[in-house]
């Protein structure tokens, strides 16, 4: 039997101005979208971070009240390498995040707030291909903010938005899933790959609880860069499934 080589990425449309990154946890967007968001802020772009949960229950040795604010604080210096200065925290628990109404709602009017082009969210199929089994509150997000964006964008559904000030937006063009296993597209990040590793190494207190493989940042930064950056033809990328919204 002849083994199939992966299918080419395409590159991302990279002609947007704002984009709005939706995570469940600090570190989900430097385990592999960092890199990627200096390319983009270097080109002048605006990203802004939201982090669904302040991460409280990332810790094993920490309890959440004092897990949570250093979290919050790494989270934001983290952006700050990638030229991130804004990041919000909504406050879901840690843990055991719930899709539904409240979760929608709350990305939504985030996504009103900010006025984004492009959404960012990590993986939220089952795995991360294989038998890599995803974390239950990156799959709760991922199907929130597909349905966000377009609650987003109807005057009727939570009305309670537009009351609070926040018109509906419908500019947003295609919601972008990082690390998906789904993934055909993909962002060369050979030359801000460096800065991703920084950006993830801000997370001291959480690299410090951590074993196993992603403990170190370079080394499990080059193995997920390199495995993109085969199927783009360049030495680093970061791959994305790409919903087209418009
Ligand atoms: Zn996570």
Not at 185 to 195: G, I, P, Y
């Amino acid at each position: 039997m002849n083994e199939q080589a992966p299918e080419p990425f395409e590159p991302v449309d990279e002609d947007w101005g704002t984009a709005l990154a939706v995570v469940a946890h600090p570190d989900d967007m430097e385990y592999g979208g960092a890199a990627a968001v200096a390319r983009w802020t270097g080109q002048g772009k605006k990203v802004v971070y939201v982090m669904v949960t302040s991460g409280e229950a990332g810790i094993d040795s920490m309890g959440p009240e004092e897990c949570g604010p250093l979290r919050e604080a790494e989270q934001i210096a983290s952006a700050a390498v990638v030229g991130v200065d804004t990041v919000e925290f909504l406050g879901h628990p840690d843990g055991v995040l719930e899709y539904g109404l409240p979760l929608r709602r709350d990305i939504a009017r985030a996504v009103r707030r900010h006025r984004p082009d492009i959404v960012i969210t990590s993986n939220f199929r089952e795995t991360y291909g294989g038998t890599m089994l995803n974390q239950a509150d990156h799959v709760a997000v991922g199907r929130a903010t597909l349905d966000a964006v377009r609650d987003a964008g109807n005057r009727w559904v939570f009305r309670e938005l537009a009351e609070e000030g926040y018109e509906p937006w419908n500019g947003v063009r295609q919601v972008w899933a990082a690390a998906s296993p789904e993934a055909r597209h993909a962002v060369d990040t050979t030359d801000t790959f460096d800065l991703g590793v920084a950006s993830l190494r801000e997370h001291k207190a959480y690299l410090a609880g951590l074993g196993g493989p992603m403990a170190d940042p370079r080394e499990f930064l080059e193995g997920f860069g390199r495995g993109a950056g085969s199927r783009l033809g360049v030495r680093f990328a970061v791959p994305f499934e790409v919903f087209p919204l418009r």
